[in-house]
């Protein structure tokens, strides 16, 4: 992957690094592991994706109004955990904040869920009207069987996320289509293919990616995979 979108490594600025993907790959497992390494390294900051646990609306409701309502919410998620890094941000400098989930896939779940033009419209405008604090999208990728048999292996297939339709293949084809869509008009992004890696070796390539990307050096570099993928190449 080209690097000449790596920003300077000198730079005071904090680094906002979002780990994104389609439900199932793994994302909030990655975010967490990550999470639980440097618990106690004040050099990172860490968000998760909302801040309420049980949301009131079942996300990927195949019911328009619902769906519309539950990316409403985790739209309104997302502007109060954005204003929390801004405060975070006006207070220090030179850390490296980590997000659980983009911004970006509120666009994309709501496309996904083929919501009424005039409220996908809706979502779109207030999504444009704020400044979100992000640098660089890290995006996990797999092929879609392997999502899904990751679904099944944890055990995820309650009843909510039955509600959430998560294991339909069809809608998960249809997001992985939308994420392609959107972020082919983003530059800084680091797709992953964790087809075949374990968590903790997604971790691992997360690590490289922050060495490169900034001033920070782990206790221990791990020599990275090859399973990086090129820009081009994914969104093709």
Known sequence: MSKTFYRNKGSKDNLVLSIAGVHGIGKTTVFNLLKKILKD???????????????????????KQIGFRSEIHFLQQLIKRNQ???????????????????PLCVLVYSKSLNLKEKDFALILDTYNSIKWKEDYIIYLTAEADTIL??????????????????????????????????????????????NDLTSDEVVIEIKN??????????????QSSTTQMNLDEYLK
């Open 149 to 194: 048999k990751r679904i099944t292996q944890r055990g995820s297939l309650d009843k909510m996320r039955k509600e959430w339709n998560e294991d339909d293949k069809n809608y998960l084809l249809t997001i992985v289509s939308y994420y392609k869509q959107f972020l082919s008009t983003k530059t800084k992004i680091f797709p992953i293919n964790t």
């Open 84 to 102: 929390n890094i801004v405060n975070f941000d006006n207070n220090y400098n030179g850390r490296i904040i980590i997000l659980d989930r983009t």
């Open 209 to 222: 990616i922050i060495t490169n990307l900034s001033d920070y050096t782990f206790e221990k570099l791990e």
């Open 41 to 63: 390294n004040n050099k990172f900051k860490f968000f998760p994706e909302r801040y309420v646990k049980k949301p009131p609306f079942p996300f990927g409701s195949s019911d």
